[in-house]
């Protein structure tokens, strides 16, 4: 069972503000919604924007399920992905929700944890090291196969497939190739078994779980932004079990109408359904 917001807003926000002013560390769990809100949005006009004579010759409707059609070619699939991986990982959001998150924990011992792989995190500003990316990265390729665990960064190829292409279509010498089996590369996203987790990811990932034995029992403010329920076992659920076990941590979930929390730890849960820039905006000036 769970409990959702029913205290007013001006309260809820000042009850997070006083939390990260705190706060001995923050630990920042990030899903799709954060990006969503920062103008990256993968239907509409920015669809529409970029994507319109795929729309037109396949049907296709918006930048997610289009990344999973079966298109006839390498060359064609490549067009697409070039423009997706562009738009998406190579330029900054629209909104400056990124950067009014950072202001908020400049200074403050933070980590961040999401299964967003747009890498707006890291072209806002947040330290590297302070990132643990689980599902991916769009600015990464790995082997399809994959017969071997590394991956490779793609920003050259990427930006000449985004010049060069013609008719939906990057040239054929464009087309990334598995540097030792031969076979054709693809995206390093979660999508099945053969998710590549390099050398990289599990460093990420030791640098969080040791963040977090650092700051056991301290006061932790779990900041979940955006949050769906695709993935819960990733941020959402993780978040409500260590604020159950610590009785001075805080938990803060901030989504569109999706702000919940379990009734177990309702006295430490601020819960606040609104647009997420707006909340941080709002928090960051009233924390000048």
Same mark, same amino acid.
């Given at each position: 069972?769970?409990?959702?917001?029913?205290?007013?807003?001006?309260?809820?926000?000042?009850?997070?503000?006083?939390?990260?002013?705190?706060?001995?560390?923050?630990?920042?769990?990030?899903?799709?919604?954060?990006?969503?809100?920062?103008?990256?949005?993968?239907?509409?006009?920015?669809?529409?924007?970029?994507?319109?004579?795929?729309?037109?010759?396949?049907?296709?409707?918006?930048?997610?399920?289009?990344?999973?059609?079966?298109?006839?070619?390498?060359?064609?699939?490549?067009?697409?992905?070039?423009?997706?991986?562009?738009?998406?990982?190579?330029?900054?959001?629209?909104?400056?929700?990124?950067?009014?998150?950072?202001?908020?924990?400049?200074?403050?011992?933070?980590?961040?944890?999401?299964?967003?792989?747009?890498?707006?995190?890291?072209?806002?500003?947040?330290?590297?090291?302070?990132?643990?990316?689980?599902?991916?990265? &769009?600015?990464?390729?790995?082997? /399809? $196969?994959?017969?071997?665990? @590394?991956?490779? %960064?793609?920003?050259?190829?990427?930006?000449?497939?985004?010049?060069?292409?013609?008719?939906?279509?990057?040239?054929?010498?464009?087309?990334?190739?598995?540097?030792?089996?031969?076979?054709?590369?693809?995206?390093?996203?979660?999508?099945?078994?053969?998710?590549?987790?390099?050398?990289?990811?599990?460093?990420?990932?030791?640098?969080?779980?040791?963040?977090?034995?650092?700051?056991?029992?301290?006061?932790?403010?779990?900041?979940?932004?955006?949050?769906?329920?695709?993935?819960?076992?990733?941020?959402?659920?993780?978040?409500?079990?260590?604020?159950?076990?610590?009785?001075?941590?805080?938990?803060?979930?901030?989504?569109?109408?999706?702000? &919940?929390?379990?009734?177990?730890? /309702? $006295?430490?849960?601020?819960? @606040?359904?609104? %647009?997420?820039?707006?909340?941080?905006?709002?928090?960051?000036?009233?924390?000048?």
């Amino acid at each position: 069972m769970t409990k959702r917001s029913t205290a007013a807003y001006s309260e809820q926000i000042e009850r997070l503000k006083q939390a990260l002013d705190c706060a001995d560390a923050v630990v920042i769990g990030a899903g799709a919604g954060l990006s969503a809100s920062a103008g990256l949005t993968y239907s509409g006009e920015r669809f529409e924007l970029y994507f319109k004579d795929f729309a037109d010759k396949y049907g296709i409707r918006d930048m997610y399920s289009g990344g999973f059609y079966p298109f006839a070619s390498l060359e064609e699939y490549w067009a697409w992905w070039s423009r997706h991986i562009i738009v998406n990982r190579y330029e900054r959001a629209p909104k400056p929700v990124y950067d009014d998150l950072l202001k908020l924990v400049e200074g403050k011992d933070y980590f961040v944890l999401t299964t967003n792989v747009d890498h707006q995190f890291q072209l806002a500003g947040f330290d590297k090291k302070r990132l643990f990316y689980t599902q991916g990265d &769009y600015g990464l390729w790995q082997c /399809s $196969e994959p017969c071997h665990q @590394i991956t490779y %960064d793609n920003e050259e190829t990427v930006r000449r497939m985004f010049v060069e292409q013609r008719d939906m279509k990057v040239p054929s010498e464009l087309v990334p190739r598995c540097p030792v089996c031969g076979r054709p590369m693809t995206m390093n996203l979660r999508a099945d078994d053969t998710f590549v987790q390099d050398e990289g990811w599990y460093q990420a990932k030791s640098r969080y779980q040791d963040f977090l034995r650092r700051h056991d029992g301290l006061r932790v403010v779990f900041l979940e932004l955006g949050v769906g329920g695709n993935t819960p076992v990733i941020i959402k659920y993780p978040f409500w079990k260590m604020t159950v076990q610590n009785p001075q941590a805080v938990y803060a979930c901030v989504n569109m109408g999706q702000a &919940y929390a379990p009734k177990e730890i /309702s $006295e430490q849960a601020v819960v @606040i359904g609104n %647009d997420i820039g707006s909340v941080l905006k709002e928090i960051r000036l009233a924390m000048l």
